[in-house]
């Protein structure tokens, strides 16, 4: 319960941009990977200008609906700058407007990307999956629900 407690506090701490975002930053990898600390956890890194990620969104609305304790959290991490608005309009017509949501607010995304994984070359879509006992995996391009609900259902077998 206290490790709860942790992560509201460190999410409602930190920042936003407006409307919910959060800035993703140098350092943020680290934050939410403390906040979630304990449980598992799911990254996805999209894209305004990603197409797959755009017709994939509405899926990971539908994967947040999933039993079990595990988080999902959504970083909008376009290679050019784009609006907030935009970024904001692509999140509420998904079914995502309520979710735990950042976007890169550094221009040397490279930097970013190399918190998350130095490996990372910056395609999107981009999902990390974090077991609640820290092990990391990666999926580099659409992830498919099917393939992310067995993860889910494996973390909530595992509890």
Not at 133 to 149: F, H, L, M, N, Y
Request: charged residues 20%.
């Amino acid at each position: 319960m206290k490790r709860v407690f942790l992560a509201i506090a460190l999410l409602v701490a930190a920042p936003t941009l407006g409307n919910g975002l959060r800035p993703f930053v140098r350092g943020s990898w680290q934050k939410l990977r403390s906040a979630y600390r304990g449980q598992p956890l799911i990254v996805h890194f999209w894209g305004v200008s990603c197409a797959p990620c755009m017709a994939d969104l509405p899926d990971w609305a539908d994967l947040r609906k999933a039993p079990g304790d595990a988080a999902i959290v959504f970083v909008a991490a376009d290679p050019e700058p784009v609006a907030q608005a935009a970024i904001l309009d692509a999140l509420t017509r998904s079914g995502l407007g309520a979710a735990d949501c950042w976007m890169f607010a550094d221009s040397f995304a490279e930097r970013l990307r190399y918190e998350v994984n130095p490996g990372w070359g910056g395609e999107l879509p981009y999902t990390v999956l974090i077991t609640r006992e820290g092990r990391v995996s990666t999926i580099s391009g659409v992830a498919g629900p099917e393939k992310i609900r067995d993860w889910l259902n494996r973390q909530a077998q595992l509890r």
